[in-house]
C-alpha cells in the first residue's frame, strides 16, 4: 500500500439540529480510516503476456513470479538459439509488474530500449532473443480468452 493510502481522511461532522433547520454548520472533524472506503475491494492484479508471431500465444500472469528462458523448467520457454537458459524475468512488486533481465547474454529490450531491470506499462513490447512479447495489464472484472 503507498503511502498515500495510508493517510487518514480527515471530513467534517455537520450539526444535525442545524442541518434539519437548514443552517448546516460545521462542527468538528471526524478521522476516517482509508479502510472504510477500501478495505473491500480486491487488489488482485492480472496480465498476459502475448508472444507475437505467426500465431499469437496467450500466457496469464499473476502476482508470482515468471521465469522465461530456453530449458523445459522455465515457466515460458522460448526455444530459441538467442534466448539463455534462464533469460529473464516478469515480478509483481509495489503494485507494479517489472521485467529484470538475469544475466543473459543478448540482453532484454523494452520497447526497443535495453533494460536490466523495467516497470512494464501497457501494451509495452518486449524483445527477448528476438522473441517479442507484448504487455497487457487486465483491469480486475474485465473478460479475457486465455490459453
Known amino acids: ?31 476516517m480510516s482509508p479502510k472504510t472506503f477500501i478495505g473491500k475491494i480486491t487488489a ?22 515468471v521465469i522465461i528462458g530456453r530449458t523445459p523448467d522455465c515457466d515460458i520457454q522460448l526455444l530459441v538459439e538467442n534466448v539463455s537458459r ?15 533481465d538475469l544475466g543473459s547474454t543478448n540482453g532484454v529490450y523494452v520497447n526497443g530500449i535495453k533494460v536490466e531491470r523495467c516497470i512494464l506499462r501497457q501494451h509495452d513490447i518486449i524483445e527477448i532473443g528476438g522473441v517479442k512479447i507484448q504487455f497487457i495489464e487486465e483491469k480486475i472484472g474485465q473478460d479475457h480468452d486465455l490459453k
Open 1 to 31: 500500500m503507498t503511502k498515500d493510502r495510508e493517510k487518514t481522511i480527515r471530513t467534517k461532522s455537520i450539526d444535525l439540529d442545524n442541518y434539519k433547520k437548514g443552517e448546516a454548520s460545521f462542527s468538528s472533524t471526524l478521522e
Open 86 to 100: 534462464r533469460h529473464a524475468r516478469i515480478i509483481y512488486k509495489s503494485e507494479e509488474y517489472q521485467v529484470e
Open 44 to 65: 488482485a492484479r492480472h496480465a498476459i503476456l502475448e508472444i507475437m508471431g505467426e500465431k499469437k500465444e496467450r500466457i496469464f500472469v499473476g502476482e508470482d513470479e
